[in-house]
């Protein structure tokens, strides 16, 4: 099996939901973000998937969040914008932009800070 992993970031701001400390009030991030696609087969060139097609996929979300304050998106309408959520959220939207690839979509892993990260995948 082979894993590729691309990495990203965004910048953005948000307030935890429901959370009582410093994360209910106004801060931001800068997230890191890798994406993760497995497979068994390669093209003829050798790749699983040429890294520049996950990117650009990949680029099309960060754009939707990047300098965004989250809390106001409609992705996040009465969810905490936490990094669980971003996680399932760049993961869904990633899942359906590479279904017509030969890639299983493995996982979504967002570094909040240099420390504490979260990551989505599915059963
Ligand atoms: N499971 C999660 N826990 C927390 C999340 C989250 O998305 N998932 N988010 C936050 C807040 O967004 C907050 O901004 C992060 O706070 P904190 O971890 O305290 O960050 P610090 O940089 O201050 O961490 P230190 O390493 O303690 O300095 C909170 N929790
Ligand atoms: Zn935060």
């Given amino acids: 099996m082979y894993h590729l992993t691309i990495l990203t970031h965004f910048a953005a701001a948000h307030n935890l939901l429901n959370y009582q400390g410093d994360c209910e ?4 991030h800068n997230w890191k973000i890798e994406v993760t696609v497995n497979t068994e087969e390669l093209n003829d060139a050798g790749l699983g998937i040429d890294f520049k097609i ?3 996929h990949t ?3 960060m754009n939707y969040l990047d300098h ?6 409609e992705a996040f309408k009465g969810i905490s914008p ?6 399932k959220f760049i993961y869904d939207r ?3 932009s590479l279904s017509p690839y030969a890639v299983h979509l493995e996982k979504i892993t967002v570094w909040e800070s240099d420390n ?3 990551t ?3 059963s």
């Fill in 25 to 28: 009030n106004l801060h931001g």
């Fill in 54 to 56: 996950l990117k650009k």
């Fill in 68 to 73: 965004k304050y989250l809390n106001d998106l």
């Fill in 94 to 96: 990633l899942l359906e």
């Fill in 120 to 122: 989505y995948t599915q």
């Fill in 82 to 87: 936490s990094s669980e959520h971003i996680a």
């Fill in 116 to 118: 504490a990260y979260a």
């Fill in 59 to 61: 680029k099309e979300v």
